[in-house]
């Protein structure tokens, strides 16, 4: 099972880094990925790294705040978020895969951890 962890409240231009574990399990060999629902908005990608960390994707709204990395030994992905602006403000979640539709499509999903930003 996957566990998004780090959300939180921050003031504009404040940082939060994001982890996601499994729990239980392990994500060798899963390609990741993490999405965001704002309220009242559909889910968005946001980035995503494969195994074991080689190719990374970051959407180009969070591209240059936003960096994806994954410590294989410690078993955890994390999202590192600088920058941080008010329309940043959603729950988070991370998703895993080893379809090789990558990173269209994922197989689990973690629950969503808040972050909100205050101006």
């Known amino acids: 099972q996957l566990q998004a962890s780090g959300g939180g409240l921050v003031q504009v231009g404040g940082s939060l880094r994001l982890s996601c574990g499994a729990s239980?399990?392990?994500?060798?060999?899963?390609?990741m990925g993490w999405f965001r629902q704002a309220p009242g908005k559909g889910r968005e990608f946001v980035a995503a790294?494969?195994?074991?960390?080689?190719?990374?994707y970051i959407a180009g709204s969070v591209k240059g705040r936003f960096t994806v990395s994954r410590d294989n030994v410690k078993n955890t992905v994390y999202l590192q978020m600088n920058s941080l602006k008010p329309e940043d403000t959603a729950a988070y979640y991370c998703?895993?895969?080893?379809?090789?539709?990558?990173?269209?499509?994922?197989?689990?999903w973690g629950q969503g951890t808040l972050v909100t930003v205050s101006s």
């Open positions: 239980g399990g392990t994500l060798s060999y899963y390609n």
């Open positions: 998703a895993a895969t080893r379809r090789g539709s990558w990173p269209a499509e994922y197989d689990f």
């Open positions: 790294i494969s195994w074991p960390g080689t190719r990374t």
